[in-house]
Structure formats: C-alpha cells, structure tokens
C-alpha cells in the first residue's frame, strides 16, 4: 500500500505557498476584515473623545434631560432620543405591511415580466436621493396632512391623545410617512429576492397537499423566508434611524415632547446637520458628538436585537421542523 507523502513545511514549503498565492490572498483578505474593526474601534472612540465636556457635566441625566439651551449650556438628548425613534416607528408601522405586501405579489402571484419591470423601477426609488424625498415631502405630503389626512384622524381617532393638537402639515407623523416612503423600496426590494429564493419543493409541496397558491404562500413559503424578511425591516429601520435630510425638511425641528403626532419634533440626525456647523464653545459641540455617539449606540442595540430575534426565529423554526 503506498503510503501518502508527508507534508512538507519549512521556509521552502511557505515560499512555495506564498508564490502560489494563498499565503497572499489569506493575507490580505485577513486585513481587509481586520479593517472594518479598525474603522469601527476609531468611529466610537473618536465620539467617545469628542464628547468628553459634555458626559463630565451632565453624565446620565444627558439621557433624560428635555432642555436643550446653547445659550445657558444646558443640553439634554431625550426630545431628539423621542423624535428619532417616534418617526422611525411610524416609518415601519406604515412600510413593513406594504413592502411586505408588494413583496409578495411581485414574488408570487405577478407575471415574472411584470414582476422584473417592478422590481427594476423599486431599485431606481431605492437609489432617489433623500433631499428629493424631502423637496416632495415639502410639496405633496405636508400640504395633505394639513388638509385631508389630519382633519380625518381627528374626526375618526380623534379622542386619542396621538390625534389631537393642532396641525401644520408639518410634524412627526408627516416624517414618518416620509420615511415609509423611503425604507419601503428596501423592504420590497429584498424581501422579494429572499422570497424568490425559497425552492419551489416548498410551494409544489404545499400545492400536492390541496393548498391554494395563497396558501402555500402564506402559510409555507413566508415562514420559510422570514428571516431574510426580517432582515429586509431592519435593514429598512438601520435607514430610517439614520436619515438626515427628509425628516430635517418635514418634521419641523422643535425640540419638545409631545404626545400628539401632528406636532413638531426633532430626530438626532437633523439636530446634528442643522447645529454642528453653527455651535460655539466646546461644551455645545461636544453635546452633539454626543448626541452622535446615542445615535451609534441606538443603531448598535437595536441591531443587536434585531439578531437575537433573527437567531430565535431559526431555533424556532429548527425546533417545530
């Protein structure tokens, strides 16, 4: 029986390796990966240097302070804290159901030259910049929230706090609308991918079984994908928190809390773009390099949940297999 040559190693063994180019490639993929923790380790601690004035003087109450005074330097974050998720919360209450919706009807039940010619228009609106979601925000949804969509949630719903207040088009609610408009070709446009790639044993499966083709979509082919479905929402959310100049033109840049969402609010991102190039003193520029620094640790948290509802979807769907 011969027996296997024995691997050889030594420095003619490395050099033959690396002429090869895999000792090459290794190499520098390896600090390509290594490079995003570099530029992640850098992004916190520079926010975390920058912000050093503001986290000595105000500490935690930072967090829960509503005061927001360049001029006494009193600087508190939860009015802006409330705004961005106020609007990124509306943005998915209004965007998940219909990128999901469209989501399915492309993937699904739409002719494939139908569903491609969609899916090609979803992706240039993916592609729109923000400023020009706001100039429409400006044009098309303020001017209908003052006078259509307001006065009907204040007829219908009005005895909710959430409705009620006066309106001037622009506001919380008109951000969040806004947003949905945004992060929509985000859920859609990946969604539909995820849904596409679910083998058609699962729906000829269902099918063979008596289901109708709602049915195997519903009850099969979505639970298979929801968690690229889940994905897609965060994905959508990741943009919605970080949006800057959309919400900037509509939300009306009040920092107040309010429980009516037809009033004005203020999200980190749009305090940041309006007040850094104008803030004087160290103290108010170092509150918005903190106000940064919530930002970043918002997004990381809520990332982090988002994987430990993705990770308890997969156990779940592996326990019930």
């Known amino acids: 029986m011969d027996r296997a040559a024995p691997i050889r190693s030594g420095p003619r063994s490395f050099l033959r390796r690396l002429t090869d180019g ?8 390896l600090i390509f990966a290594a490079s995003i923790l570099l530029i992640t380790t850098m992004l916190v601690y520079q926010l975390w240097t920058g912000s050093t004035d503001a986290r000595h003087k105000f500490g935690w109450h930072f967090f829960f302070t509503t005061t927001w005074d360049p001029v006494a330097g009193d600087f508190g974050a939860l009015p802006f804290i409330y705004g961005t998720l106020v609007t990124s919360a509306l943005a ?20 494939r030259s139908i569903s491609d ?20 925000g400006i044009f098309i949804v303020v001017p209908m929230m003052r006078l259509y969509i307001a006065p009907f949630l204040k007829a219908t719903l009005g005895f909710l706090p959430l409705f009620q207040g006066p309106c001037y088009g622009v506001g919380m609610l008109t951000a969040g609308i806004v947003l ?6 985000f859920i859609v446009s990946v969604s539909r991918e995820v849904l596409l790639s679910v083998p058609a044993d699962q ?6 079984l008596g289901a109708t083709r709602w ?15 889940f994905g897609s929402v965060f994905l959508a959310l990741a943009r919605a928190l970080g949006e ?6 509509v939300i009306g840049n009040d920092p107040k809390i309010a429980a009516s969402l037809f009033a004005p609010g203020y999200s980190i991102a749009a305090v940041i773009a309006n007040e850094f190039s104008e803030a004087t003193g160290n103290l108010y520029v170092h509150s918005l390099v903190e106000l940064g620094l919530v930002l ?11 994987r430990l509802l993705i990770v308890a979807t997969e156990q779940k769907g592996m326990s019930q297999a």
Not at 296 to 306: D, E, K, P
């Open 22 to 29: 895999d000792q090459i490639a290794h190499f520098i993929t």
């Open 92 to 111: 998915l209450l209004i965007a998940v159901p219909l990128g999901l919706g469209a989501a399915i009807f492309l993937a699904e039940l739409a002719p």
């Open 117 to 136: 010619a969609l899916a090609f228009l979803i992706d240039l609106l993916a592609a729109v910049p923000s400023v020009i979601y706001g100039l429409l």
């Open 180 to 185: 949905a408009v945004m992060v929509v070709p």
């Open 203 to 208: 729906r000829e499966a269902a099918m063979g």
């Open 215 to 229: 049915e195997a979509t519903w009850k099969v082919v979505v639970p298979f994908a929801r968690t690229g479905i």
């Open 244 to 249: 800057t100049m959309a919400v900037t033109m």
């Open 296 to 306: 970043f640790l918002l997004t990381f948290i809520l990332n982090g949940v988002a």
